[in-house]
């Protein structure tokens, strides 16, 4: 029906200001063992060589909600995806792809030539995606990742050439 598309809710990427830190904070919070403080994140945002984004969903009437976000910092023509991570209902919906194409895009008009992450080795999901997109394995770090009720697990750390 034609109205369904009116009454689809949108998709936004936009940067994420220091006014966010909270909600990306409490996001944050669900997707890893430490979380990072809202001063944390706030102060990764004020910094002049990262940048942030989050994806926001609109509703009906036209607010938005941060259902993730990305930090990205850039030096010297390297980039290094600090964080990505999304509120546990907007999870496996495609919108890490969609979060990751943005920053991708960023990097290549800011000239970057690589791009680097660190992602836990039992995070299927987010090593599918990162390989997907072109990221491949350059190297590990045992034991970096701390679980609660598990054994400590590996960092694989992932480069994409960008240019």
Known sequence: MIFDHFLRPRIFIDAAEPADAARLAEIHATGFARGWSEDEIEALIADRTVFALALKRESR???RRILG????RLAAGEAEILTIVF???ARGRGYGRLLL???LRRL?????EAAFLEVDEGNAAAGTLYRRVGFVEVG???GYYRHADAAPSAALVMRLQVR
């Open 101 to 103: 194409e943005e920053v």
């Open 69 to 72: 976000f990305v930090l990205v």
């Open 61 to 63: 009437f036209g607010t």
């Open 87 to 89: 509120e546990p209902a």
């Open 140 to 142: 590990r770090r045992k």
């Open 108 to 112: 290549y008009s800011e000239r970057a």
